[in-house]
């Protein structure tokens, strides 16, 4: 039997093949529990019930006919003759923890976080639209607090590895509790009153968080994924809640939150009252065959003055390649989206072992250094969109200590989306400016 702490599993959905049902129905919980367990079809009209994927006419095993989902397969192979086994959440949790942040909001943040609160009382969904660096991690403890004390459940997901990384150190950094932890590195389920996950590992659970909240929501995978929206939704309690928070919301996410009685919370400012540092635009011919004269120059400073760098390429290929250009004084490491010690890399990173890093856009979001600059090669190429430029652009000036920083954009052709980022920063820190009046 695959499972053995039956217990550690509720609110989740399992998948047990016909041998496995009858073990799981002669075990001591399954009687105990019986009443509390639900036994369905694991595909039905055609979805899977973990990944909610179309189930392709052509996914059948040609000798029995048997059905399978090809979408969800790495998570572990889902056949029509399987059973989905659904536990419901019966909220007993046995560590009943708090925030212990002793930190402060700004005024600014403090509204937000009452609109937090007062979309959990009404129970509405509701968006949170703040600039990066603007605290909305912090901006949501009064929100995580309230549902905590009420014996709630709740989901903290967000589409990407490093994302949850980063929000699980500020959790664990201000939370005297336990909380689960679970990605594609990290999947053992435990049970707890707070989950901080990828939304692929939210697919292993069933109508079970009272409070669920999205970070980065604009992002790939999750961005255009109705699949994965449906997942979210399946994870709530029906009458669960559910916050999005975004740096760059699309205009059919705002709209779907006004469709759907949501609220929208907007910040232009960062937690330190600074200006998003502006984007340069510098037009260079060939950066892969030898780097931009000014970035190089620029580059050397970093032996002596006690900042880093982050570069952002367009294609894994750039990686080494623009590695193999910078000057051999620096300490530098590459970082993509498959590299398996891409964790650890941006931890060396972190404790200030590298002078700095070359990324793809998986570094994009969801990541603090300080101090640090970005420096952007090609931007005009298609996979740097505006979103994403604006993102990139937001890993600069985080810090209170270190608020400023370069962000410059090198590349041979104008692009119209590098203009509107450019723009748009300073469209924001004038907002900002005002709302301050």
């Not at 065959?289 to 000014?294: A, E, Q, S, V, Y």
């Not at 590298?354 to 994009?364: F, K, P, V, W």
């Not at 962000?407 to 005002?434: C, H, P, T």
Request: hydrophobic share 40%; aromatic share 10%.
């Amino acid at each position: 039997m695959r499972f053995k702490k039956w217990e550690e599993l509720y609110g989740c959905k399992v998948f047990l093949t016909t041998s496995e049902l009858q073990q799981f129905q002669r075990t001591c919980f399954y009687q105990q529990e019986k009443r509390n367990i639900k036994i369905r079809n694991p595909f039905q009209s055609e979805v899977c019930q973990r990944c909610f994927g179309q189930i392709q006419k052509h996914w059948y095993y040609p000798e029995t006919k048997i059905k399978y989902c090809w979408h969800c397969k790495e998570m572990g192979t889902i056949r029509s003759n399987d059973h989905l086994i659904i536990l419901i959440d019966p909220k007993r949790y046995t560590n009943m923890e708090r925030i212990n942040w002793k930190g402060h909001l700004t005024a600014s943040q403090q509204k937000i976080a009452d609109e937090h609160l007062l979309a959990w009382d009404q129970r509405r969904h509701h968006l949170t639209y703040a600039v990066t660096g603007a605290g909305k991690t912090e901006m949501l403890y009064p929100l995580i607090n309230r549902a905590l004390g009420l014996q709630k459940r709740i989901a903290l997901v967000a589409p990407r590895i490093d994302v949850v990384l980063e929000l699980a150190r500020r959790i664990e950094k201000n939370f005297s509790g336990e909380f689960l932890i679970l990605h594609g590195n990290q999947h053992h389920i435990k049970y707890n009153q707070l989950v901080i996950c990828t939304i692929q590992q939210l697919m292993k659970f069933h109508q079970t968080f009272d409070l669920i909240i999205v970070d980065e929501v604009d992002a790939f995978p999750l961005i255009d994924n109705s699949a994965l929206k449906r997942v979210i939704e399946m994870a709530r309690e029906k009458d669960g809640v559910i916050h999005y928070l975004s740096a760059t919301p699309t205009n059919k996410l705002l709209k779907e939150v006004g469709h759907a009685q949501g609220k929208v919370s907007f910040l232009a400012k960062r937690y330190h009252g600074h200006p998003l540092p502006k984007i340069k635009i510098k037009f260079t011919r060939n950066w892969r065959k030898k780097l931009p004269r000014t970035l190089n120059r620029e580059l050397l400073k970093y032996q002596k003055n006690k900042r880093y760098f982050l570069i952002f390429v367009p294609q894994i290929t750039d990686l080494s390649l623009v590695s193999a250009m910078l000057p051999k004084s620096l300490h530098v490491k590459t970082v993509y989206a498959n590299d398996q010690q891409r964790s650890d890399t941006i931890e060396m990173f972190r404790r200030g072992e590298l002078h700095g890093l070359i990324a793809t856009t998986i570094l994009e979001r969801g990541v603090t250094f300080s101090p640090l600059d970005v420096y952007i090669l090609g931007g005009e190429e298609r996979i740097f969109t505006y979103e994403t430029i604006l993102q990139m652009a937001g890993r600069c000036g985080r810090s209170a200590d270190f608020p400023t920083g370069n962000v410059w954009i090198f590349a041979k052709d104008f692009s119209f989306k590098m203009y509107r980022a450019q723009q748009e920063i300073i469209f924001l820190n004038r907002i900002g400016v005002q709302n301050e009046m």
